[in-house]
């Protein structure tokens, strides 16, 4: 019985060991092409500063001499990011998918494939629609009481990185719902039930997450999120997991899996 503790270590240290040298692994390759994507999109930093401020027609300016530098930096580095979400979704893939079942593969490359559009999706979105009207909105907003806008290029490109960043990882929502109501956390009819918290929940995440705190910029957050919510009803209905007759709609959290207890059904 003595024997038995370093017995269980010895058996347990070396998965450990090869898992974390295949997460280094995929690591480094993410590490190496974003950094890659980010050299290359920082020769076009001017070009893709002057994408970004086309709802403003005035020039930016800069106050600081490393001000344009880290702005450069910054829309350089988002660039960065989504030149490589391919690969991150790829390396996120073979990570995980010698724990999956053959059937459960199926559905991860289709799901991760549409994590990657709803990313890019919501990031069009923004830029499309949600930061000309919030720009516009707020530079009227002063040369209506006769000031001069003038803009500086490090607090502009900060603006609508943080922009395109939430509205990314919010467009997120859906499949994030659809994909908890298909493994059994969660339902359709319980997703409904708690409508009138999910608008309270994402009042207040638009207060807390958007750049500044205005009621404008707020609702500008907050609707879609309502939007994507119900998105998320609509999916779970479709693609979430039927309960079985007889049982009640309100939450599949306290239902047991098939099988024994403990293991998977293969």
Known sequence: MKSSGP????????????????????????????????????????ELIEWFKRPFTDDLIFY???????????ISFLAGIVLSLPVILHQCWKFIEPALLPR??????PLFCLAGGLFALGMVFCNLVILPLVIQFFVSFGMD???TPQLAVGTYVDFNVKFLLIFG???????VLTVLSRIGLVSPDLLAHYRRHAIMVALILSA?????????????????LMVLYEVGIIGARWFGRRPPQGEPGLGGAGRAPAGSAGHRVR
């Open 64 to 74: 600081g001499p490393t001000e344009a530098l880290f702005a450069s930096v910054k």
């Open 169 to 175: 990882f919010a467009f997120e929502l859906p499949l």
């Open 145 to 147: 009481r006769s000031l």
């Open 208 to 224: 807390v997450i958007t750049p500044d705190a205005t009621l404008f910029t707020m609702l500008l957050m907050a609707v879609p």
């Open 104 to 109: 459960e593969q199926r559905w991860a490359i």
């Open 7 to 46: 017995q269980s270590m010895s058996a347990v240290l070396p998965p450990l060991a090869n898992h974390l040298s295949v997460i280094k692994r995929r690591l480094m390759v993410i590490a190496i092409t974003v950094s890659a994507s980010f050299i290359l999109a920082f020769a076009y930093a001017a």
